[in-house]
């Protein structure tokens, strides 16, 4: 649900939100002798893809930054090591496996 979510959303910014902005351009006000040419979809498609993927690297490394620091609090004050010991749940000891483990 999520990952549709996400999907629909990044298509919606990536195409279109720039076919129903375009129409209004032509209404802006630019001072006399200021000639702007319009970008292409195809230039806006490639602007707002590079903005995506940014905050994509950064969102996921944000999470994996936030998931080690809720790993450091939770341990640090029961004296537990971060390094050596694996993850499993806190109520009832449960092995977590690796594959489980990741942020998102």
Known sequence: M?????ALGSLVYLIAWPMLTSPFAPVVDRPAGFVVE??????????RLGKLMVFGFFSYFGAC????LNVVAAS???GESIVTR???CPRCGTPIRTRDNWPL
């Open 38 to 47: 319009e970008p292409t979809y195809g230039e806006l498609f490639r602007a």
């Open 65 to 68: 930054f936030g998931s080690f």
């Open 86 to 88: 694996s993850s499993s």
């Open 76 to 78: 640090a004050p029961k």
């Open 2 to 6: 999520i990952v549709t979510a996400a």
